[in-house]
């Protein structure tokens, strides 16, 4: 047969352009949603041909099957004429044509008319008449294509088509991605970032209410909610810098940027967790608690569409981040919050998000000057190495100070032996500073600071001072 014709969304690409486009268009303002029902209540042709005009996308970049494209290329030089028919708007289509170079012809949505289903078989059958052709599709609505054709090409198909094109005798090539949408799915969640949610914990340490079950379940839960929300905020935050993580050096592997993760379960993911977090702290945690969740989503999501691509604001914003867990520990068990407390971590925290910024503009190639999807520069890099310093040094300032309180004096059996404790705060952040300086910090601090073995010492080393100056008398 002469013909091969290939599907865009799902099959060529591990995305969906249309899905991409629409996250995109509500990525400046998610209140922009409300044209856009207005566009689909027109149908999805008009909203297609209206988000075309106003996004585009970056066809080098999109997460390709590869495995697909090299058989393709086969048939070229086979002599089979190749082509492209996608429910896709043409100007997408063209793009990804222009890119890759094998495609004769380009079938796509334009105007009013979508190329889906039935359409697209019926502009396949008006373009080549009679001919045999074989079709490259992903999912069940390509099915009465598959049917049509004379050879089935399947990518990542249901279990049941491949059974039926095999017993036809149609099944020419498939390929089957070798990653589990499950482990994607919970790739994405991201669990290794709970562990920033530990600080619910430490309002209970510095009260030394943690011996009280009650406090310590309520605890546990609060940590389990935050895990949640956090989880559903990783997800939008990943379905909204799709372009920018796939030119990044390690954000592209994540699991919705590489195509591992189905956009739809992605939108799933950022939608269900904050709902179960709301409904697991209304049912059973204080409302002081459901407070301080609410503002945490409310500030997340405005860091998401707006605040982290503002310079300094972004920072003072993860560092806000940072400390409303320190609050909601403290709301979810009702006990009393130290305004040192406060202090020092507000402190750290923008420190540690400065260099989160540092590890970003520090990692940019020679020929880029900006940080994609940022506020910062190169030239911002030795500024914020100077300030995450400095508010570090600040932290362990406000921690000597607290050692010396009353409250401390007079609530620990060996307060002096707390002083150990600004060594151990030093060394920590003269080290994971050093580390970042040498660009041994891929990406996250927190993420570096649980694997790196240092970090875990001085973890260690803090609970045990803790422990000596609560209970030995020296």
């Not at 002096?416 to 151990?424: F, N, T």
């Amino acid at each position: 047969m002469k013909y091969v014709v290939v599907d865009l969304d799902g099959t060529l690409v591990r995305t969906d352009l249309f899905v991409e486009s629409l996250l995109r268009y509500l990525k400046g303002n998610p209140f922009k949603i409300f044209r856009l029902v207005l566009w689909l209540l027109k149908g999805r042709a008009y909203a297609k041909e209206k988000i075309a005009h106003l996004i585009k996308i970056d066809a080098e970049y999109l997460p390709y099957e590869e495995a697909l494209i090299a058989y393709l290329k086969q048939l070229k030089i086979q002599g089979k004429e190749i082509i492209l028919a996608t429910a896709s708007h043409r100007d997408y289509a063209n793009q990804v044509a222009e890119h890759l170079g094998i495609f004769d012809r380009v079938m796509a949505t334009e105007g009013n008319y979508n190329l889906k289903g039935s359409n697209k078989l019926a502009a396949i059958k008006e373009l080549i008449g009679d001919e045999e052709f074989a079709y490259a599709g992903d999912s069940a609505v390509d099915a009465p294509i598959w049917r049509a054709a004379a050879a089935n090409i399947m990518v990542n198909a249901p279990a049941q088509y491949v059974a039926e094109a095999e017993q036809n005798g149609k099944l020419v090539w498939q390929t089957k991605s070798e990653s589990s949408t499950l482990k994607a799915f919970v790739k994405e969640m991201r669990p290794h970032q709970y562990a920033k949610n530990v600080l619910i914990f430490v309002p209970l340490v510095t009260s030394h209410e943690y011996s009280d079950f009650i406090h310590l379940f309520l605890a546990l839960l609060a940590f389990v909610c935050f895990s949640f929300c956090a989880s559903g905020v990783y997800f939008l935050n990943d379905l909204l810098d799709l372009q920018e993580d796939r030119r990044h050096r390690s954000k592209r592997y994540r699991p919705i940027a590489s195509g591992a993760l189905p956009l739809p379960l992605g939108v799933a993911g950022a939608v269900g967790f904050p709902i179960l977090a709301f409904v697991l702290s209304l049912a059973f945690l204080p409302v002081a608690f459901v407070g301080v969740l609410l503002v945490y989503f409310a500030i997340t999501n405005a860091y998401s569409f707006l605040l982290k691509r503002i310079t300094t604001v972004d920072v003072m914003t993860l560092a806000i981040l940072y400390t409303l867990r320190v609050v909601a520990g403290a709301a979810a068990t009702d006990v009393e919050l130290s305004s040192w407390l406060i202090a020092f971590s507000v402190f750290i925290f923008v420190s540690l998000a400065f260099m989160k910024r540092y590890i970003e503009v520090a990692a940019l190639a020679e020929n880029d000057s900006k940080v994609r999807g940022r506020g910062y520069s190169s030239d911002d890099r030795e500024t914020m190495f100077g300030l995450g310093i400095t508010n570090f040094t600040a932290a362990v300032v406000i921690l000597a100070l607290y050692i010396n309180s009353p409250f401390v004096l007079s609530s620990y059996a060996s307060p002096e032996v707390l002083w150990l404790l600004c060594l151990v705060v030093l060394f920590w952040g003269n080290h994971i500073w050093v580390c970042a300086r040498r660009g041994e910090i891929p990406d996250d601090p927190v993420v570096f600071a649980i694997k790196d073995r240092a970090s875990q010492l001085v973890g260690v080393s803090f609970v045990v001072v803790l422990f000596l100056a609560k209970y030995i008398t020296f």
